[in-house]
């Protein structure tokens, strides 16, 4: 008997639940202000020794409070009332003659707000509350080269992890996503957020990572009450006990958002050119030859090191009415009724620099990190290099300006999209012309879009199941407190008919499958309840 004639593609939906997560929302940032040598909190009121990608307010400076951020005349993320400072140190490529250059990033930088509950160390149920303006805080320890963390890496292992210290904590707050969203046929391979803390050596990524790696930051939000944490910075906050949500230690009863940054590098735009990755902190990527069969055993530095700062400065009450009323569990900015939205974001630069850095190279070519920081390799912790003239703000918030004006400093390197408006962009797509201030690199080629980011879980990870084609767009919606994407890929079709084969129009397939935001956002098999 012959089998009936298939006309048409079905439309296959394969759902799972991403389990119970809370309300979220994702600040897209276009752009840098800058990238430069400045650091308020670690070097306050003078020079850091290393160079940081910054976001937010154009005020920023190395003296900067919230009460200045706030008078930016600009801003880079999405959010017309966030001034806020966010910053991290790039990502550099060195070549085998030694130079460096700025590897671009992929925009937008995401932070995002996750509005994660939990408990006291007494069981008393947690209510999430804004930063208030002022609030500042460290993730991650610029100094470490090695790693303490036991058992392989990456591990599927999510949690909870009973480690008061937060030191165990601190270090798996730290993700290097490796982007690869399918080509030539072959399936996407999706990594789960905070999956691998430790940066892979140059070779490895190139044959794994065709789409760039994601860099990825969270932030304790278990809170004690205090503005600040003294000279690091750190001690008035702590993780929870599954880093991005659970319960918080004793002495942390305040419950802060769930604040994470992701930024994309094209690091694809060195694939075949030797070399090795180098973060702005001076901290290069593992070469040692164990690192892919036993990688916790890796002694050499692998981004360990890697950090990031923040200070809140929102319009006064806009971030609590946001806590209040953005529920939306997909997490669109746009979604939230009490945000307004700048049309200048992409244009935003810093307003100041110290003289010192006005001039200074930060994309390359050049032959040394801006500074003239060394590279660093572990186990031994990193010295602060020569070219910084700060100190830790230790929670001051004065001091006089010794900035500037007149000057937007160095513009991060990124990859643009000309050919949509902002309205017509999809989550984490990626796109064809690089803005590149060292004018050497030669624009990447259009991919699919990646898959989109989505709430929190705590379950494993499961097996990516999306099936082999052209990604022509995604979609997010929501049952209840299930997210879900839409991920449309055009498949060739052969139908049978008579016992011949014929070969079909493409059309279009959906895939529906939920998603996970931290520690699992990747893609799990049809019918697979996760939590």
């Not at 290393?50 to 976001?55: G, L, T």
């Not at 044959?207 to 990825?216: F, H, Q, S, V």
């Not at 200074?360 to 390799?377: C, F, W």
């Not at 449309?488 to 014929?502: L, N």
Request: charged share 20%; with cysteine.
């Amino acid at each position: 008997m012959l089998s009936p004639p298939l006309s048409r593609v079905a439309l296959t939906a394969l759902v799972l639940s991403a389990g119970a997560v809370d309300a979220f929302w994702r600040l897209e940032c276009d752009g840098s202000v800058g990238v430069a040598r400045v650091d308020p909190l670690m070097d306050f009121g003078g020079v850091s020794d290393h160079v940081h990608a910054i976001k937010g307010g154009s005020a920023f400076t190395p003296t900067s409070t919230a009460d200045d951020l706030l008078k930016s005349k600009c801003q880079s993320c999405g959010v017309g009332q966030d001034k806020s400072a966010y910053w991290a140190p790039p990502l550099y490529h060195q070549a085998d003659d030694g130079t460096f250059t700025l590897v671009p990033e992929k925009p937008p930088f995401k932070a995002y707000y996750e509005l994660n509950t939990g408990s006291t160390s007494d069981g008393k149920a947690q209510k999430v509350e804004a930063f208030p303006n002022g609030f500042q805080m460290i993730s991650g320890d610029n100094t470490r080269r090695n790693t303490t963390l036991s058992g392989p890496d990456p591990s599927d292992f999510v949690g909870p992890f009973n480690d008061e210290s937060n030191q165990e904590r601190e270090q798996r707050a730290i993700g290097f996503n490796c982007m690869n969203y399918g080509h030539n046929g072959s399936p996407a391979k999706n990594e789960p957020t905070l999956y691998r803390h430790s940066l892979p050596e140059k070779s490895w990524l190139d044959a794994n990572c065709p789409d760039g790696i994601r860099l990825e930051l969270q932030f304790p939000s278990c809170w004690n009450g205090d503005m600040d944490g003294g000279e690091k910075h750190k001690s008035h906050v702590a993780f929870p006990n599954w880093i991005n949500g659970g319960d918080c230690p004793a002495g942390f009863d305040q419950r802060l958002p769930s604040l994470m940054y992701e930024t994309i590098y094209g690091t694809d735009q060195f694939i075949g050119k030797g070399g090795k990755f180098v973060v702005g902190n001076g901290d290069p990527t593992g070469e040692s030859p164990m690192f892919r069969a036993l990688p916790a055993l890796l002694i050499q530095t692998a981004g360990y090191g890697y950090h990031g700062d923040f200070i809140a400065a929102w319009d006064e009450g806009v971030l609590q009415q946001a806590v209040e009323q953005c529920t939306d569990m997909g997490g669109e900015m746009r979604s939230c009724g009490v945000f307004e939205f700048p049309d200048n974001t992409a244009s935003c630069t810093l307003e100041n620099l110290p003289s010192e850095l006005k001039d200074e190279n930060t994309a390359g070519p050049m032959p040394n990190l801006p500074g003239d920081l060394p590279v660093q390799s572990g186990p031994e912790a990193a010295k602060k290099g020569p070219g910084g003239s700060g100190s830790s703000s230790g929670g001051k918030s004065s001091g006089s300006d010794t900035t500037s004006s007149s000057s937007s400093g160095a513009k991060a390197p990124v990859v643009k999209d000309t050919s949509k408006s902002s309205d017509d962009k999809k989550e984490g797509a990626v796109v064809a012309q690089v803005k590149n201030n060292a004018d050497n690199y030669q624009a990447p080629a259009a991919s699919p879009p990646a898959p989109a980011p989505s709430p929190t879980t705590t379950s494993p990870p499961v097996a990516n199941v999306l099936p082999a084609g052209e990604v022509v767009s995604t979609s997010i919606y929501t049952d209840g407190r299930v997210v879900y994407e839409n991920v449309v890929i055009v498949e060739e079709v052969t139908t049978t008919q008579g016992g011949a084969k014929e070969k079909r129009t493409p059309e279009a397939k959906v895939k529906r499958h939920g998603h996970r935001h931290h520690h699992a956002r990747d893609h799990g098999t049809g019918g697979r309840r996760l939590r």
